[in-house]
Every structure is written in C-alpha cells, then in structure tokens.
C-alpha cells in the first residue's frame, strides 16, 4: 500500500515532468483523485465536475462529458508518462476503466496486471473464481442488484481525433473558454428624396451603428438611416457546423458572438476562433496580421506580403 506522502510526490513527479501538457485541469484532477484515494473514497463525475471543473450542482452528467474526456485524456497521459519515465518509479499510478479513483501498483512486481492492482487504500482489485460454493451467495447478490441497481458506470469515451491536429490541439488541450466570432455585416438603408428607404448599401468603413452615428455626427453620411441589419455569408452556418464537431466533447466552452458584437475584453481568458472573409475582420485585422508579414490588399480577397509586394489572390 502507497503512503499518503509517496503518492503525492508521485503526482508531483508527473505533474512537473510536462506530460499533462499545458493545462492545468489535468493535474488538478491528479490532485483531487490522489487525495480522494487518501481518504479512501471514490469520488463520482458529479463531484469531480463540481469540485475541480467549477461546475454547478446543476451539472448534468448525462449530457455534457466533460469529465469523461478529461479522465480519459488523463489516462492516456499516465500511460505516456510511465512509458517514458516508469522505470524511476516505485509505484504505478492508474485510473481504471470505468472508475474514477487511482490505482497503485509496484513498479518492482514482474507481470504485474491492472487487473491485480491494489487502490491507494490497499483493496485489492482482482477476480477471483467463483467456486460452487460462493454460488448461493452470488444469486443472492444478483436479487440484491435488481433491486438495489447502483449508479451506471460512465463507458469510455473515444479520442477527439482533432486533438492530434496542429490547428486545434492546443485549444483541446486545456479547459478555457472558446469564442467563435462570426464575420457579419452591417447594412445600411439609403434614404430618397421621399425620406423612404429606396435600398440597403453596405460601407466598408462602416461597420456598426456606432460607427454611422459617429460619421453623421462629423457631418457625413446624412442620406443613411440605421436599419439594425445585419448579414453573414451564406457559407457560415455549414462552417460553424463543421467547427462545432472539433469540440462536440465539450460543447458547452463555445460560445459564438458576432463580429459586430465584439469588443476587445472578449480576448481576455478566451480562446478566438473567427470564422468569415477577411473583411469580416474588421478590429481584429491589425491584431491577426501584426506578427504574419501579410496585409490585406486593395480588395479583400487578396493577401500582400509586406517585404516582397507578392500577391496572393482567393481563387473563387
């Protein structure tokens, strides 16, 4: 049985070594099981979601598996980290499949299974035969059951196969927030002689009603009436629903905002995903192209690299 001091300095170990990535959530979860083991309990998803993801008591289990991933992803984890690092330990540690507790097991035992791991608090977990007479108790046991069902075990769950991509690894990798801003556009009215609205124009320069109103101000722009209209490119609904998939695990990080909508505290804890054309960018266009080489060109279809005036141009 692993003592209380050697299995927080085993979480350390692991923790330190970098194999839970960037993330802190990971090893908050490693800390939360190891002290959970040390007291002997095991812990449900309900508790860790509450207790380490910060979520409410209203959380349900049922429909958001953020807490399945994690364990998941933290099982990999453990894997990598021992196969890297393993020979150094004195004990192993493991979540088993199926549960939400860690499992020791010695390092120094040859052929050592999980099957015949002990938990932290020195149970040990193996199956053992069942001899004839153990049969009366086992049917008894299984009346028991039938009417005593115990709260279903949550199955694993397959890995995000975007987590390997360069693009979207680092956003899966930790538990932030991701906001996805849509490149919407302001229309405008153009008012007649009749003071009628005769057609909707839309301005490059102008992007909000805030902006209108600040160039009608100036004296500009007299004959636009603010419509509170806006538009997004018929391509954005197929996007967004194909951005959806990478974090269909854990739907409830994303929120998505338009780009009119925005403003820059939206940056601050967030992950940003924009999806829309370049002159959908708008205040974030500096930002985006500060440290590429690039800018926009003439017309917004077309990239030019700053250094050599190349131009790359869309294709359609």
Same mark, same amino acid.
């Given at each position: 049985?692993?003592?209380?001091?050697?299995?927080?300095? !085993?979480?350390?170990?692991?923790?330190?070594?970098?194999?839970?990535?960037?993330?802190?959530?990971?090893?908050?979860?490693?800390?939360?099981?190891?002290?959970? !083991? #040390?007291?002997?309990?095991?812990?449900?998803? *309900? =508790?860790?979601?509450?207790?380490?993801?910060?979520? @409410?008591?209203?959380?349900?289990?049922?429909?958001? /598996?953020?807490?399945?991933?994690? #364990?998941?992803?933290?099982?990999?984890?453990?894997?990598?980290?021992?196969?890297?690092?393993?020979?150094?330990?004195?004990?192993?540690?493991?979540?088993?499949?199926?549960?939400? %507790?860690? +499992?020791?097991?010695?390092?120094?035992?040859?052929?050592? $299974?999980?099957?015949? +791991?002990?938990?932290?608090?020195?149970?040990?977990?193996?199956?053992?035969?069942?001899?004839?007479?153990? !049969?009366?108790?086992?049917?008894?046991?299984?009346?028991?059951?039938?009417?005593?069902?115990?709260?279903?075990? !949550?199955?694993?769950?397959?890995?995000?196969?975007?987590?390997?991509?360069?693009?979207?690894?680092?956003?899966? @990798?930790?538990?932030?927030?991701?906001?996805?801003?849509?490149?919407?556009?302001?229309? %405008?009215?153009?008012? &007649?002689?009749?003071?009628?609205?005769?057609?909707?124009?839309?301005?490059? &320069?102008?992007? /909000?009603?805030?902006?209108?109103?600040?160039?009608?101000?100036?004296?500009?722009? /007299?004959?636009?009436?603010?419509?509170?209209?806006?538009?997004?490119?018929? $391509?954005?609904? *197929?996007?967004?629903? =194909?951005?959806?998939?990478?974090?269909?695990?854990?739907?409830?990080?994303?929120?998505?905002?338009?780009? $009119? &909508?925005?403003?820059?505290?939206?940056?601050?804890?967030?992950?940003?995903?924009?999806?829309?054309?370049?002159?959908?960018?708008?205040?974030?266009? &500096?930002?985006?192209?500060?440290? =590429?080489?690039?800018?926009?060109?003439?017309?917004? @279809?077309?990239?030019?690299? *700053?250094?050599?005036?190349?131009?790359?141009?869309?294709?359609?």
């Amino acid at each position: 049985m692993i003592e209380a001091e050697e299995l927080r300095a !085993a979480c350390q170990r692991i923790i330190q070594s970098g194999e839970l990535g960037r993330s802190r959530t990971y090893a908050a979860i490693l800390e939360y099981l190891a002290e959970q !083991a #040390i007291v002997g309990s095991s812990p449900k998803e *309900i =508790s860790i979601a509450m207790d380490v993801l910060g979520r @409410d008591a209203d959380f349900d289990v049922g429909k958001d /598996s953020i807490v399945r991933v994690h #364990i998941y992803h933290l099982r990999n984890k453990l894997n990598t980290y021992y196969a890297k690092h393993g020979k150094k330990e004195r004990y192993r540690l493991d979540i088993p499949k199926g549960q939400y %507790m860690l +499992a020791a097991t010695r390092n120094d035992a040859p052929g050592a $299974s999980p099957e015949e +791991a002990r938990s932290i608090s020195g149970e040990l977990q193996q199956r053992r035969p069942l001899t004839p007479w153990l !049969a009366a108790g086992a049917i008894v046991l299984l009346l028991f059951n039938l009417f005593n069902r115990p709260e279903p075990v !949550a199955p694993d769950v397959a890995p995000n196969p975007f987590a390997v991509s360069p693009l979207w690894a680092a956003l899966l @990798d930790d538990d932030l927030p991701v906001l996805v801003l849509v490149g919407d556009y302001y229309i %405008m009215g153009e008012v &007649d002689e009749t003071g009628r609205v005769s057609r909707m124009v839309r301005e490059f &320069d102008i992007n /909000s009603s805030l902006d209108l109103r600040l160039q009608q101000q100036g004296g500009h722009l /007299s004959r636009y009436l603010n419509l509170d209209l806006n538009y997004t490119p018929t $391509s954005i609904p *197929i996007v967004l629903a =194909s951005v959806m998939q990478v974090f269909a695990a854990d739907a409830g990080r994303v929120k998505v905002k338009l780009m $009119s &909508d925005f403003n820059t505290n939206d940056l601050v804890g967030n992950h940003v995903v924009y999806l829309g054309y370049l002159s959908g960018l708008e205040g974030l266009r &500096d930002l985006v192209f500060a440290a =590429s080489g690039l800018a926009t060109g003439l017309t917004f @279809d077309e990239l030019v690299n *700053i250094d050599s005036n190349e131009r790359y141009q869309s294709s359609s």
